[in-house]
């Protein structure tokens, strides 16, 4: 079946511009992650759904990070008023639901801000 | 707090040899479960192998093994008659069964496979 899938592949914006990332998950999977991967800090976790319950926002580093999940199924990262610090790959998983279950990951989106 | 060590920043093998990904990780939890993530230039993570703590028996999958010493916290990846498509960042991960759900992410290991 069709894995995680996310868009776009690479953007490149200008500091202090909002950007949206978007992760289409497996279908039937409840639970979606998202991860941050830069050189300086490795692979962080950004925030956590699972199914309809409030979402753990424990990892995002700042107000200006938030995201969203409509329908239990395709979720959106957005970031506001970007700076040059946010330039990293964004990384989605999805797994089926219980928390030591595999997590699948998508190919991630190369953010660049210039 | 967990935290995943891969001290071998980079390593490099012939092809059709075998090599040694070393991980190591400072947990005081009873149950975990240990993956290996590789990270093709493509950008995917991509599951290489699962561990469940609880199980004495090393996974295998296919070239791939651990060795996986719980009372040492080392979970060690080998990769068996290597070939060039083996090239890749290979990430050690934790995830605690009371810890939470995000894995916790090792720096990575480069590795290099030469004709």
């Known amino acids: 079946g069709a894995g995680v899938s996310q868009s776009p592949s690479n953007k490149v914006t200008e500091k202090g511009k909002d950007v949206e990332l978007r992760c289409d998950p497996i279908s039937g999977h409840t639970a979606l992650y998202w991860y941050r991967q830069s050189l300086g800090q490795g692979l962080e976790f950004l925030i956590y759904?699972?199914?309809?319950?409030?979402?753990?926002k424990s990892g995002l580093p700042s107000d200006r990070f938030s995201a969203e999940r409509t329908g239990g199924s395709v979720s959106t990262l957005t970031i506001q008023r970007t700076q040059q610090e946010d330039s990293a790959v964004y990384l989605c998983?999805?797994?089926?639901?219980?928390?030591?279950?595999?997590?699948?990951f998508g190919p991630g989106t190369r953010l660049t801000v210039l | 707090a967990q935290t995943v060590t891969q001290s071998q920043p980079e390593m490099s093998v012939q092809e059709a040899e075998t090599v040694t990904l070393s991980c190591t990780y400072d947990t005081s939890e009873s149950d975990y479960y240990l993956f290996w993530y590789k990270q093709p230039p493509s950008r995917q993570m991509i599951l290489v192998i699962r561990q469940e703590a609880y199980k004495q028996q090393n996974a295998t999958e296919n070239r791939f093994s651990v060795n996986f010493q719980k009372a040492a916290k080392s979970f060690s990846l080998k990769i068996s008659d290597s070939q060039l498509g083996d090239a890749a960042m290979y990430f050690c991960a934790y995830i605690g069964s009371n810890s939470g759900y995000a894995l916790n992410f090792g720096k990575g290991t480069s590795l290099l496979v030469t004709p």
């Open positions: 998983a999805s797994s089926t639901g219980r928390v030591v279950d595999t997590q699948y």
């Open positions: 759904f699972q199914g309809n319950s409030a979402p753990d």
